[in-house]
């Protein structure tokens, strides 16, 4: 009774945890209202996502909105977009000019610690070389808003660059900036590293790692399976458990058809096939609550890895949004597929390595039961949470629940302290046996 008392009670202390690092959040904001340009590179053009604050927009461009909407933004676009081209010039070292196009044109918002929130005007630009020319080495030619409000700069980051192995992380290039002394703006050139196919192969990797270390329901899902991993179940209850070997092969099964079903849809998404979002982000909040339900009572015992496999093909098409977003082609989206999916399951492999030794142990103590349902119906209310969030209705348990990676780490932290206490406690016993036989009548009398 009382290792049941120290589960529950672990599971009260890690729900309590939970709350306390959700009151604690740190603002952040700009530190002066300044234009953002975030680089995108991809084989043969760049993307230049453009973030600039409107007042100074308009004290520069000379275009008067009457206020600050998307209507009046959409009113003036032509006015605006040729102002935008006629300061946004880039060109090869040489001089030759770069081909320019406009997104539209949409209304912002961001925060500077001194003014507050002021609002903000943001597009993409595709920057187009001319035939031939090195994409990895150019001048920038911006000097919108900064010919004219001498206090304004310009940021320059690389936010995607798959050949230097830059995915989805920002990396200074340099600012543009006026000389206070001369009146001239210092032109900027930007140089990125030569790169290559496997600085690409091993960024994907990383991005792939990534993607399990911070995706809670992806994480949670495997995790939820594994639960009743070590354990038999005998007329539709989970019974005593079973063997080391067979908890591993049972384990290396599911994760294998968890790993197949999610590289064909991943692969299929990745190319082009239609993913609907919404569906797909449901049915893997449902995926978790049926795994939950199956750690309580076996649903499908014996047939965990078909499961797998099949909610498997569900997560392959939420893993394929993130590639997706990277729109990469040819030679480059084919190692990035192979990349992305060789990090997901490392991180996979590493969940299971971490996580099964301890439960494989645990299921071998009483306690295991209130650990095991404790787990699974907590899981299953963070997934309830997610299905009625997802279809838009919005939830404090899905707040937790979408925070739950924070403190994974100390989950498995006190499944190990906890395994390692049963361990003492059995080494303890055992070399205590001897001394107990040699009292076979205090044995007797004690039955």
Request: aromatic letters at 6%; charged letters at 15%; hydrophobic letters at 50%.
């Amino acid at each position: 009774m009382s290792r049941i008392t120290t589960a529950v009670g672990g599971l009260i202390v890690t729900v309590v945890a939970i709350g306390l690092w959700l009151t604690g959040g740190v603002a952040q904001a700009h530190v002066l209202p300044t234009t953002t340009i975030q680089l995108n590179v991809h084989s043969e053009a760049i993307d230049a996502y453009l973030t600039i604050p409107l007042a100074d927009l308009e004290a520069a461009s000379g275009i008067d909105l009457d206020a600050v909407t998307q209507d009046q933004v959409d009113e003036h676009a032509t006015e605006l977009r040729d102002y935008l081209s006629a300061h946004f010039l880039p060109t090869t070292l040489d001089g030759q000019p770069w081909g320019v196009t406009f997104d539209d044109l949409e209304v912002g918002s961001a925060e500077d610690l001194g003014t507050g929130v002021y609002d903000t005007l943001s597009t993409t630009a595709h920057l187009t070389p001319p035939a031939g020319a090195d994409e990895r080495n150019f001048d920038l030619g911006y000097d919108a808003v900064i010919h004219r409000v001498v206090t304004h700069a310009v940021l320059v980051t690389v936010q995607s660059d798959w050949s230097s192995g830059t995915i989805d992380s920002a990396r200074e290039v340099g600012t543009v900036a006026l000389d206070t002394v001369t009146g001239t703006i210092t032109p900027l050139t930007v140089h990125l590293d030569d790169g290559s196919i496997w600085q690409g192969f091993t960024g994907m990797v990383s991005l792939g790692i990534s993607h399990i270390r911070e995706g809670t329901d992806h994480q949670l899902f495997l995790l939820t399976l594994l639960l009743p991993a070590p354990l038999l179940a005998v007329r539709r209850r989970w019974a005593g458990p079973t063997r080391a070997r067979v908890a591993v092969k049972r384990i290396g099964a599911i994760t294998l058809a968890f790993t197949l079903g999610h590289s064909v849809t991943l692969a299929l998404g990745s190319i082009g096939f239609p993913v609907p979002q919404q569906p797909v982000e449901v049915l893997i909040a449902v995926s978790i609550l049926i795994a939950a339900a199956h750690a309580i009572r076996p649903m499908f015992p014996g047939r965990e890895a078909l499961i797998a496999g099949a909610f498997g093909l569900v997560h392959g098409l939420a893993f394929s949004a993130t590639l997706t977003e990277l729109d990469l082609t040819g030679g480059q989206l084919a190692v990035g597929l192979l990349g992305f999916n060789v990090g997901i399951e490392l991180m996979q492999l590493f969940v299971v390595a971490l996580v099964l030794p301890p439960l494989i142990l645990l299921a071998r103590t009483r306690a295991y039961t209130a650990l095991r349902i404790g787990a699974a119906s907590f899981a299953g209310i963070a997934a309830a949470g997610w299905v009625l969030d997802r279809l838009g209705v919005a939830n404090p348990v899905a707040t937790v629940a979408d925070n739950l990676v924070t403190v994974s780490p100390y989950v498995v932290a006190a499944l190990w302290a906890t395994a390692a206490f049963v361990m003492f406690r059995s080494f303890h016993r055992t070399s205590a046996e001897p001394f107990v036989t040699q009292q076979p009548s205090l044995i007797r009398s004690t039955r």
